[in-house]
């Protein structure tokens, strides 16, 4: 017992000290690293805004370390700058072979190097990765098919939408992680959602009814309204969002009988919607909503109506049995002047 | 036959603390692969993408604050500052006696509003709601004092949102750390019910208008050593449960939950010293009951700097209250002790904090005495006894620089040797006196609760919300 328990201490000892010894030199190490890299970046800089400027830079003499350095400055400037520039960055890379050598990592067993290689194929703006990053959608890690997701909407990827929509469907990616991918490749990415609508997933469903609210335009409010109806509360709720984010005014008369939802998330959300895009007409069923419903529709409803007549708010929070609601819309339209 | 009973005794000691520093070992290399994985994924994270995002759903943060005239309106300026696509803040003065209210009303032009509030818990009435010319996202609240529970209750019956941060208002957090911690929840929100961010301590830091400028380490020695302790429970203990799904402590100073969840389990507790606690355990219970799937989280990197005791006054003082805290939440959850329906909750967590976190200072102090009284009466050699010490030492020496090694391979915020050097020597110096302190305070709140004491008293603090400041070098 003694023996076990002194060679036991021992190898903690030997232990604790190794750990002690190898975390002092890696220390060492990356400060040594970090400061190196930092003087290249600061070097590296100027030749990097000089490639997104579309001059002509002589990268021969540029070692590994400072190709490296090189690439993450360029693809963190990738990730906020659009149009020709990105391609000058995508052009860079694919000269480099960086763009390769990250497509061949897709292929790595390890799922960080291909969820790494797939989110970093997204800053580096090259088409040459498309056809991977979709293919990367199928991968059985969630981080792959994320990174793939969000890279193939940073690439603003027309021929995207549909396997993004799909692999949504299939719950292969996270709601938000699609949205995203969906709203970063914009306009070209409306007629699909325009038809999934009506897509048999209520998922997917109010996904797109959410995303054509904030890409589409009011001419859309005839099918959204048809969603008001939807079998599921969340498409309903999105359905009554978008109507208010793109102030499709014909939908206001559906909104109006919507109010009645046996939902309240739902009746909140109409609520809401109203006060853009309702009229006066609208205000003695908002200020019965605010007096008389629960509380979230109530006090959406009573938002709504102080948006749509603010008078008319004041006059009804004055009036015995108004309601917390209709007095705190009162106060802040009094705040607000 | 005393003989025997010493020995078998010591045997039982050995068994103890082979077996909690076996688990700790385990929990070590269980923490080490969460936070490689993370570090990882923190490649990928699209942080950027969801701060860009409509869909990042909107957080109210929930700040109680008594009698905080000092630092609140640069925690409030600081909070509404967050890297976050959309969030509100509501301040609930709980009952302050002091000018808390009035410098709000005068730093955010506060105007009196009757604001509608849920009736979903019951709290201490509310004298008045504000709300803010400047700030529109700013809600403030008086209500006469019932506690911390009690403000974090009333914050949720005002929040607009789905879900609610709540967070000390002397604490301090990082301009990315709203963002980082929910992102668990915007990757899976049908899953993820709560998630906590790690609390680090900010006593040596300078502190510029409610942000760490610099991270440095206290100069007072007990402060110190809670650095490496919070170190070693947040990157080792909170990483550790959250990979087993078995997350008990989401941190009072930073956490955010699903409001409707808060609301369907009655709120933050306001019958026990450990509201924090108590409530993870409920929502637990309450989702187990009904069989859902969940998962509540903890994120490494979202940091919120609070400021530690330096006295070990105060610092017994809030020992003494999170080991009531605990005592109490278990209690009160004990029938899920051992418990098979509650799964690993109840068969491994919960007996796992009765016996290594509840009674481990009984036990721990115990041990030592009985081994040294077993050798004094001969029941075991000079060996045994040596061999046991250094043993327990050596273990608790390697748990400590553990977790220093996982800060530094993963965060290493503190960016010098001599800072490292001086954490590295703490993390040594702590097991003699410290730890076992803490054991005697902690064995005291059981006492304490066995007596039916119940006063804390208060927790001086210096203020970290003043520009250019480094509260433990001043």
Redesign the interface.
């Known amino acids: 017992m003694i023996s076990v328990l002194t060679w036991g201490a021992a190898a903690l000892a030997v232990c604790g000290w190794v750990s002690v010894c190898a975390l002092a030199v890696r220390r060492f190490v990356l400060v040594r690293l970090e400061r190196r890299r930092g003087k290249a970046e600061l070097r590296l800089r100027r030749v990097a805004l000089a490639l997104l400027e579309g001059e002509s830079v002589d990268l021969t003499d540029l070692n590994g370390d400072d190709a490296d350095v090189l690439a993450t400055v360029l693809g963190r400037f990738g990730r906020n700058l659009r149009g020709a520039t990105t391609a000058r960055i995508a052009s860079f890379f694919e000269r480099q072979g960086e763009v390769y050598r990250q497509l061949e990592a897709l292929g790595s067993r390890r799922p960080w190097r291909r969820a790494t290689a797939a989110f970093v194929l997204g800053d580096m703006g090259s088409r040459q990765g498309i056809a991977s990053l979709r293919a990367a959608l199928d991968d059985p890690d969630l981080a792959v098919r994320s990174a793939a997701a969000r890279s193939l909407g940073r690439l603003g990827e027309p021929t995207a939408v549909e396997p993004l929509v799909q692999a949504l469907a299939e719950r292969r990616i996270p709601r938000s992680v699609a949205g995203q991918a969906l709203l970063a490749i914009g306009e070209p990415a409306l007629p699909v959602l325009r038809n999934l609508v009506r897509a048999p997933e209520p998922e997917a469903r109010g996904l797109a009814v959410e995303l054509v609210g904030l890409l589409g335009a009011a001419s859309d409010g005839a099918e959204l309204v048809g969603r008001l109806r939807d079998s599921s509360a969340e498409v309903r709720a999105n359905a009554a969002h978008a109507l208010g984010k793109l102030g499709a005014e014909e939908g206001a008369a559906e909104l109006r009988g919507a109010l009645g939802d046996r939902i309240p998330f739902v009746r909140a959300a109409v609520a809401r919607a109203l006060g853009v895009v309702g009229d006066a007409d609208v205000v003695p069923e908002l200020l019965q909503v605010a007096r008389e419903d629960s509380f979230d529709p109530a006090r959406a409803a009573a938002g709504a109506a102080a948006r749509l007549d603010p008078a008319a708010v004041r006059y009804a929070a004055a009036v015995p049995g108004a309601g917390p609601h209709l007095h705190e819309a009162a106060d802040l339209v009094e705040m607000a002047g | 036959m005393i003989h025997g009973l010493f020995h078998v005794m010591s045997i039982i000691a050995?068994v103890y603390f082979v077996v909690l520093n076996g688990t700790y070992l385990v929990f070590t290399g269980v923490a080490w692969r969460g936070i490689t994985?993370h570090r990882?994924?923190r490649?990928?994270a699209?942080l950027?993408?969801?701060f860009?995002?409509?869909?990042?759903p909107p957080i109210s943060i929930l700040l109680p604050a008594y009698n905080e005239e000092a630092g609140i309106v640069q925690s409030v300026h600081s909070l509404l500052a967050l890297r976050y696509p959309s969030l509100e803040v509501v301040v609930v003065s709980d009952g302050s006696t002091d000018s808390t209210v009035e410098r709000l009303r005068e730093a955010f032009d506060l105007?009196?509003?009757?604001?509608?509030?849920?009736a979903g818990i019951e709290t201490a009435p509310v004298l008045a709601t504000y709300?803010s010319?400047l700030k529109p996202s700013l809600t403030v609240i008086e209500k006469e004092n019932g506690g911390k529970a009690d403000a974090l209750n009333c914050g949720v019956n005002a929040a607009?949102h789905a879900y609610v941060c709540a967070i000390d208002a002397d604490a301090l957090l990082e301009e990315d750390a709203l963002l980082r911690v929910a992102k668990p929840i915007?990757?899976?929100?049908e899953r993820v019910v709560a998630t906590g961010g790690i609390v680090r301590i900010v006593n040596g830091c300078s502190v510029d208008h409610g942000r760490v400028v610099s991270v440095g380490l206290p100069t007072s020695s007990i402060a110190t050593m809670q650095v490496v302790e919070y170190l070693r429970a947040f990157l080792v203990g909170r990483v550790g449960w959250s990979r087993l799904g078995l997350l008990l402590i989401i941190s009072g100073a930073f956490g955010v939950f699903r409001r409707s969840l808060v609301e369907a389990v009655g709120g933050w507790s306001t019958t026990t010293v450990g509201e924090d606690v108590e409530l993870v355990l409920r929502l637990h219970r309450h989702l187990k009951e009904r069989g859902e799937e969940y998962r509540i989280e903890f994120v490494a990197d979202p940091v919120c700097w609070t400021e530690c005791p330096e006295t070990l006054r105060v610092l017994s003082r809030q020992r003494r209250r999170w080991q009531r805290g605990l005592a109490e939440a278990l209690w009160r959850h004990r029938r899920l002790v051992g418990n098979p329906r509650y799964g690993l909750l109840g068969m491994f967590a919960l007996p796992y904090f009765l016996l290594f976190e509840l009674l481990g200072p009984v036990i721990q102090l115990l041990g030592l005495p009985i081994v040294i009284v077993a050798f004094a009466v001969d029941s075991v050699?000079l060996?045994?006894l040596v061999?046991?010490l250094?043993?327990s030492?050596?273990?608790a020496?390697?748990l400590s620089?553990?977790a220093?090694?996982l800060e530094?391979?993963s965060f290493?915020r503190h960016a010098s040797?001599r800072e490292?050097a001086r954490l590295?020597a703490y993390a040594v110096l702590e097991n003699f006196g410290y730890r076992q302190i803490n054991d005697v305070w902690r064995l005291q709140a059981l006492v304490d609760l066995a007596r039916g004491k119940t006063k804390w008293g208060e927790m001086p603090r210096r203020g970290l919300g003043l520009p250019n400041e480094a509260p433990s070098r001043s």
């Open positions: 050995l994985q990882r994924e490649r990928y699209a950027e993408e969801a860009a995002s409509p869909l990042t105007v009196p509003v009757r604001k509608a509030l849920r709300a010319r607009r915007v990757d899976d929100p050699s060996g045994f061999a046991f250094l043993m030492l050596f273990l020496v390697l620089v553990s220093l090694a530094e391979v290493r040797g490292a590295l």
